[in-house]
């Protein structure tokens, strides 16, 4: 019968073995995405402990504390990293509607 520790033991090799065949397979990109959520849930976990022990909260309120953290960190970092300026140079006129009058000044007609 499995124990608690055996059934860890065998989850992190296999983990570690689905990143072994990852690393060496085509979509290696695709590791970089599953290392990001790895390190994602490491940081809302040690939110919710850090948040548990601090303030006495509840499970979910730990998790809503790291949730909320991970937003907040989320939408300073798109601030921070928006560029206007790149915006405002460029001069896309895909989507706008070109009308026959228009066509037929620019033709000389």
């Not at 085509?26 to 022990?53: H, K, N, T």
């Not at 953290?69 to 921070?80: K, V």
């Not at 560029?83 to 033709?107: A, F, K, M, N």
Request: negative net charge.
């Amino acid at each position: 019968m499995l124990n608690g520790e055996m059934s860890t033991m065998i989850g992190g090799g296999l983990v570690a073995l689905g990143m072994i065949i990852i690393f060496f397979s085509p979509y290696r990109r695709w590791l970089g995405f599953m290392l990001a959520g790895m390190l994602f849930w490491c940081f809302l976990e040690i939110i919710r402990v850090c948040s548990q022990y601090l303030f006495s909260f509840t499970d979910f309120q730990g998790y809503m504390t790291g949730v909320g953290a991970a937003l907040a960190l989320l939408a300073t970092w798109l601030a921070a990293t928006n560029e206007q300026s790149v915006v405002t140079q460029q001069r896309c006129i895909e989507h706008t509607p070109v009308y026959d009058d228009d066509l037929g000044s620019l033709s000389g007609h």
